[in-house]
């Protein structure tokens, strides 16, 4: 059962432009919903971080939205810039009593000049 | 080390060999999982460690796979008789004390890539 739905698989966009991945969630208890970098050959980077009591956190050029009635959330990057290149994950847990995060599929995001 | 170091980078096995790979959590984190990552896919919860103790081991797929962490700190993930399936890269992620701000990142390493033939 996947419990973190992930959109899209893959994304190209234009330097300077905004990219935008999208995740669904079932799991009513998660309550901790973290963006994870990863450049090939590496293991995940924690970009940005999100708890239920905001609807919005923004850190640099990152930003993540959520919707907890909608149990969405959605991570935009604004200025992309080809550095940015990688795949991005989503994720999410229960911040007490069970610390393992379920984690999306994966978005390849490809910025080009 | 400044990161988490896991080792060996790449590891190729023949079907029915038993492997064992090695991570060394960043110093003093409480904290120790180990993740499966399939080629294309986000990363799957294997198992967790707070200290020695083993507290989740639910994401273990079969009984050849098997981890320790005995002093609460180096960690080994052992799979028996592997088969062409267990091909993926292993990620080991610490993480320090929850509560304490930034000690809650959970920062990963780069991964064991296992290729069983």
């Known amino acids: 059962q996947q419990q973190v739905k992930q959109s899209p698989q893959s994304l190209i966009v234009q330097k300077g432009g905004i990219s935008i991945i999208n995740c669904a969630y079932e799991?009513?208890?998660?309550?901790?919903f973290p963006w994870y970098q990863q450049f090939p050959g590496k293991g995940p980077a924690l970009l940005i971080a999100?708890?239920?009591?905001?609807s919005e956190k923004k850190e640099g050029r990152f930003t993540i939205s959520f919707n907890k009635s909608a149990k969405q959330f959605s991570l935009h990057i604004m200025d992309s810039q080809p550095g940015d290149s990688a795949t991005y994950f989503c994720?999410?847990?229960?911040?007490?009593?069970?610390?393992?995060?379920?984690f999306g599929t994966g978005t390849r995001l490809t910025i080009i000049p | 080390g400044a990161g988490v170091s896991q080792s060996p980078r790449y590891k190729v096995a023949k079907r029915g060999q038993d492997v064992a790979l090695r991570c060394d959590p960043i110093?003093?984190?409480?904290?120790l999982f180990w993740y499966q990552q399939a080629l294309g896919q986000g990363p799957e919860f294997l198992t967790y460690?707070?200290?020695?103790?083993?507290?989740?081991k639910s994401g273990l797929p079969s009984d050849r796979f098997f981890a320790e962490r005995p002093e609460g700190s180096v960690s080994t993930l052992k799979i028996q008789r592997t088969q062409q399936e267990d091909s993926a890269v292993y990620l080991c992620?610490?993480?320090?004390?929850?509560?304490?701000?930034?000690?809650?990142?959970?920062?990963f390493g780069s991964g064991t890539q296992l290729s069983v033939l």
């Open positions: 999100i708890r239920p009591d905001v």
């Open positions: 110093s003093g984190h409480v904290s």
């Open positions: 992620a610490s993480r320090g004390e929850q509560g304490k701000g930034e000690n809650e990142k959970l920062f």
């Open positions: 994720a999410a847990s229960m911040r007490v009593g069970n610390e393992k995060l379920t």
């Open positions: 799991n009513t208890a998660f309550d901790y």
């Open positions: 460690f707070q200290n020695e103790a083993q507290l989740d």
